[in-house]
């Protein structure tokens, strides 16, 4: 392999699987890919304390000295133009051509772009990378009224900090409610009135009619009722876009995604793709999913490097996401579309409680606000397969650690006959 394993984002997918790669054993080279300039960085502090404090620092996801003390050829400031997979060779802009043996696209997902006229206004950011963050940082500190496109984690992270900051925010969102693709209702409806207690104004069932500006920069949105919204920064949250371009022109297969197998291989067994940007048949629901959180960029690319040294395990990791807005850390447990009953465990009025939610009998996920040891006994039983009864959950955590004790006390017994 003389021209080894070339990885093109430097996101958290991207890293990790540099990293993996060469703590799996892999001795060939390494040459981690990147179109920023930055040393590559932790993500979800950009939506809080670094947009919040105007001396905050990026968090490095590794110090420099970690590339060059593992021989990872990192190269910032590189953009890939396409891919000739027959080659087996990168094209870069500019000019010039990077081989590789094996290829894993960390591509990641890119904010979608709101469909309006003036969209291009000064003013009108939406957050991804560092530097998104830097700009927003910057209006904030011009700006005292900013309305939020969106109400997903992202728009609601940046609501509840630029609120704390002293602004006047307002987030529009045009579903019913919050967060409606990513948590059931009920947490939802908390989130809402936990935010408008703090002074953030949330209209649903709303979208945006159009932009006003002065002088190149947006001073206004205006609803679809009509409803004139001064705002000074508009930040636009209402999805994001897997990148996709470059495997598809190569003819990779595309579904949602880079469809991947449970090894993490496109249909080009060469080029592995891993993160936002992967499409994949999961293991828990199965269902076709793409999932957007660190825990799953840095799982699959764990197991991207096992498959380029010849390992055929299939992703089996328990999805785990977290979001802090406000005084809510939010940490959800497994996938838990197809759920017809819960129970809740915990008290709404302290802000602390969890979600427990099932289809038929089975434990599907957990869900929780303030409450991070359910959460972490959560991953435990997802992870044993063990699907406890919803009588068992109303006893509280003791009574489901003896449960699962039980349960895996029992396992190895039933092995064995």
Not at 62 to 79: H, L, M, N, V, W
Not at 334 to 353: A, I, M, P, R, Y
């Given at each position: ?125 939406s957050l991804r990378s ?73 209209l649903t069932g709303t ?165 991070p040891g359910d959460h ?42």
């Open positions: 392999m003389k021209n080894g394993a070339v990885i093109v984002g430097a996101g958290h997918a991207g890293v990790q699987a540099a990293a993996s790669l060469r703590e799996e054993g892999y001795d060939g080279p390494v040459i981690l890919v990147s179109d920023e300039n930055e040393l590559p960085y932790h993500k979800p502090p950009l939506s809080k304390t670094f947009i919040k404090d105007q001396e905050a620092k990026p968090q490095p996801l590794r110090g420099e000295a970690f590339y060059t003390g593992s021989t990872i050829d990192y190269r910032p400031g590189i953009k890939v133009e396409g891919i000739d997979a027959a080659a087996q060779r990168l094209e870069i802009s500019g000019g010039g051509a990077l081989p590789f043996d094996r290829l894993i696209l960390a591509t990641g997902s890119r904010p979608r772009m709101l469909p309006l006229p003036r969209a291009d206004l000064s003013g009108v950011v560092l530097a998104d963050a830097r700009l927003i940082r910057e209006l904030s500190a011009q700006s005292e009224d900013a309305v939020i496109l969106g109400g997903g984690f992202i728009g609601l992270e940046i609501a509840a900090t630029l609120k704390a900051a002293g602004r006047k925010v307002t987030v529009v969102e045009a579903v019913d409610r919050l967060l409606g693709r990513a948590v059931a209702p009920v947490i939802a409806s908390h989130v809402r009135q936990r935010l408008e207690a703090i002074g953030v104004r949330i979208t945006i009619a159009r932009l006003e500006g002065e002088n190149g920069r947006v001073s206004a949105t205006v609803t679809s009722s009509g409803e004139r919204l001064p705002a000074q920064m508009v930040i636009i949250g209402i999805g994001v876009v897997p990148n996709v371009e470059l495997a598809q022109a190569a003819g990779i297969a595309i579904a949602n995604g880079i469809r991947v197998d449970q090894q993490m291989q496109s249909s080009v067994p060469e080029i592995l793709a891993i993160g936002d940007a992967a499409s994949y048949r999961h293991w828990f629901t199965g269902a076709d999913v793409r999932l957007e959180s660190v825990q799953n960029a840095t799982d699959q690319a764990r197991l991207a490097a096992r498959t380029i040294l010849g390992h055929a395990d299939a992703f089996t990791a328990v999805p785990w996401f977290w979001s802090d807005i406000g005084d809510m850390k939010l940490q959800m447990v497994g996938l838990t579309s197809g759920g017809d009953s819960h129970v809740v465990l915990g008290d709404l009025g302290e802000n602390k409680f969890s979600i427990y939610h099932y289809a038929a009998n089975r434990l599907l996920g957990i869900e929780s606000v303030n409450r972490m006994l959560g991953r435990k039983m997802l992870g044993a397969g063990f699907s406890p009864p919803p009588q068992t959950v109303a006893e509280g955590p003791d009574g489901l650690k003896a449960a699962l004790a039980a349960f895996q006390n029992m396992e190895p017994a039933k092995a064995s006959a």
